[in-house]
């Protein structure tokens, strides 16, 4: 049987580790961030949409200097925008590139198809779906 001081220490070690450990994983599962200093524009096919495990859309596009994968929004806020993407569509992203978990990544801001334009940040890089209706 432990004593009130040993388990005071046991206590006291689980909590560290704990704290440490989820202190890891929020920053292993943190999003990137945009970056308005990285911003450029491409422009290609769209070769893959899948949705991650966080709900977020994202599009191989195929460019002329190779495949780039971009982040472009919840799944659930394209949906309530009626918006969808399709291998095949031609598509010009205005974005940031950044790396995320050590892969390169584009967080689109403006996604334009067939001369429609669709906001996805604004011009700061802010979402524009945070604050959107559920």
């Known amino acids: 049987m432990l004593r009130p001081a040993s388990c005071r220490l046991v206590s006291a070690v689980a909590l560290i ?18 970056e308005k200093s990285s911003e450029v524009k491409i422009k290609g096919v769209v070769d893959d949409v899948q949705t991650d495990a966080h709900g977020i859309v994202h599009i191989t596009l195929k460019t ?15 949906k309530e925008m ?3 993407f399709a291998k095949g569509d031609t598509l010009e992203i205005l974005g940031s590139q950044v790396t995320a978990d050590g892969a ?13 334009s669709m906001l996805m940040r604004d011009d700061q890089g802010k979402p524009v779906w945070v604050g959107w209706p559920k």
């Open 17 to 34: 580790v704990l704290t440490t450990f989820l202190a890891l994983n929020a920053q292993a599962t943190a999003a990137p961030k945009y």
């Open 104 to 116: 390169p990544l584009m967080l689109a801001r403006e996604v334009a198809r067939n001369g429609d």
């Open 82 to 84: 009626e918006i969808s």
């Open 64 to 78: 002329d200097k190779g495949a780039i994968d971009v982040a472009v929004a919840p799944e659930k806020f394209l």
